[in-house]
């Protein structure tokens, strides 16, 4: 087997928040085949498994995890062109252990356009369909083609399309089930050219300095998009706390139109296609009290970002109970305030909100 097996390895050095306890056992996968027969080995014996690629999604308690963590280190990516053979369009399958931001970069490099504005997130190419990652006005789902899954529960491995991915804000599939399915592979439909999609939102058009609608240079919206999320500390940089954090902690939340009697006029909100409002999760925070830097105590070891509030960030010696403490103190501020429950967008293992 293409893997590694140790014991008692400490969850802080494999996330990007840098909190978390030691896990019993600790297998690194390099191939696809030691990824499901590991998991398919812990699920014969009824124990837990926790996946772990990039970590930039995970809260994980001090208390650790009582199972088998198994890092995702996959590799390869694959061209080929489409096969509507029109000579512009290609697929590109790509391991799940791929970091996400250096596929964005080749892609880039190469002229591949489609993913230009979900540049310098971090975390893994199998994660982004979990999250149906997105910044920017762009998804993953806008260009994702299928995905190549294990299902733990079937014990087969298939190939599910864009619209059996069940995609929504933030949410799939595989989040609404996520100790079913293994993610192994992902491919997306990109285009061959030097020019970007078009740029939907305004605060990064302002920055490109086009219009929202238009497509500027791959380089060009790139570096654009590096330098909006480096002001806002979502660029991973070890030494940098703001960037010590799982980036947004709460989801923007979606409400119902008879839940806006308590939001105040001026609000950022957004109408769905479905009839519900979204509403700005960091203006709810900021209004609700919460302002960029904020700690539960003078002392405290976390705090939200000082450039973004949206952002649980770790000053360096904090704990999970540390950022939870920080996390409940917010939600329930907000509920005070608007009415309005915000929803962690990390998972939380062996930990809450309370």
Not at 76 to 85: E, L, P, Q, R, S
Not at 305 to 313: D, E, G, I, Y
Request: aromatic share 8%; glycine share 8%; proline share 3%.
């Amino acid at each position: 087997m293409s893997s590694t097996v140790s014991h008692e390895e400490r969850l802080s050095s494999l996330t990007t928040l840098r909190v978390g306890g030691a896990a019993a056992r600790f297998v690194e996968v390099a191939t696809d085949d030691d990824f499901v027969a590991f998991v398919h080995d812990c699920d014969e014996r009824a124990e837990p498994v926790l996946l772990v690629a990039g970590g930039s999604n995970l809260v994980v308690s001090d208390d650790g995890f009582a199972g088998t963590v198994v890092k995702i280190a996959t590799q390869g990516i694959a061209v080929k062109k489409a096969v509507d053979g029109t000579g512009y369009a290609v697929l590109i399958t790509v391991a799940a252990g791929e970091s996400w931001d250096r596929l964005v970069a080749q892609m880039v490099a190469d002229s591949y356009s489609g993913i230009e504005t979900l540049s310098g997130i971090p975390g893994s190419v199998g994660a982004t369909p979990i999250q149906n990652v997105g910044a920017y006005g762009s998804e993953v789902s806008h260009t994702l083609e299928f995905v190549e899954v294990y299902d733990r529960i079937e014990d087969r491995q298939l190939v599910m399309s864009a619209d059996d991915c069940a995609f929504g804000y933030r949410t799939s599939i595989f989040k609404r089930d996520p100790d079913r399915w293994l993610v192994l592979r992902v491919t997306f439909r990109l285009e061959r050219r030097v020019n970007s999609v078009p740029i939907n939102y305004a605060e990064l058009a302002k920055k490109l300095r086009v219009s929202v609608g238009d497509c500027a240079p791959l380089e060009v919206v790139r570096r654009g998009v590096l330098a909006v999320r480096r002001s806002k500390g979502m660029v991973v940089d070890i030494d940098d706390y703001d960037t010590w954090s799982v980036g947004s902690f709460f989801t923007n939340p979606i409400v119902e139109v008879s839940a806006l009697g308590a939001i105040p006029e001026d609000a950022p909100r957004w109408p769905t296609a479905d009839g519900h409002v979204k509403l700005s999760a960091a203006w709810l925070i900021e209004h609700a009290g919460f302002a960029k830097g904020y700690r539960v105590a003078e002392l405290a070891l976390a705090s939200t970002s000082t450039k973004h509030t949206l952002a649980l960030t770790n000053r360096g010696r904090a704990r999970a109970s540390d950022i939870i403490e920080l996390a409940t103190e917010i939600r329930s501020g907000v509920i005070r305030e608007f009415g309005v429950t915000l929803e962690p967008e990390p998972r939380l293992i062996n930990c809450s909100l309370y």
